[in-house]
């Protein structure tokens, strides 16, 4: 720790509000309804935690309430999605531990997929790159020569 030096910043990841504490307990009856009551806890509870996976990466973009809000309205499905996915799998009794780990690897690769698709030039954010592990493969060809 000596040789790290003091922190530059505090590292808040995921910060608990008093709105997040009155959703989560006006939202808990929903799971005495059956059949669709816990997935819509889980749904609801799993967009609160969906949006607070960049909450450090908005941070250390130095944004403001405003443009976070706006950040997160851009991308309101895939953060209910990944929240969501998170929530499912980290209810899993044994593995949650993991699941709590995997799911901050995630949502830091996908900051950093995000990061990167800003960074890029213009012309070159519609098209695939031959880095991108997504990308497809190139068309076969059945000509050796």
Same mark, same amino acid.
């Given at each position: 720790? %000596? ?11 995921? +910060? ?23 997935p ?9 935690l ?14 403001? %309430?405003?443009? @976070? ?41 996908? #900051? ?6 800003? @960074? ?7 098209? #695939?790159?031959?880095?991108d +592990?997504?990308? +497809?493969p ?8």
């Amino acid at each position: 720790m %000596k040789k790290l030096g003091k922190p530059t910043s505090a590292a808040v990841f995921q +910060p608990w509000s008093l709105i997040q504490i009155v959703e989560l307990v006006v939202s808990l009856p929903l799971n005495l309804i059956p059949y669709v009551g816990t997935p819509a806890f889980i749904i609801i509870t799993g967009a609160r935690l969906g949006t607070f996976a960049h909450y450090r990466w908005f941070d250390l973009r130095g944004l403001s %309430k405003k443009e @976070r809000r706006l950040a997160v309205r851009n991308r309101k499905w895939d953060y209910t999605w990944f929240g969501t996915m998170a929530m499912i799998l980290e209810l899993i009794p044994v593995l949650s531990l993991f699941f709590l780990l995997t799911s901050t690897a995630g949502s830091a690769m996908w #900051a950093a997929r995000l990061e990167h698709e800003m @960074r890029a030039p213009p012309e070159v954010q519609g098209h #695939a790159s031959t880095d991108d +592990p997504d990308a +497809p493969p190139p068309p076969y060809v059945d000509n050796p020569v």
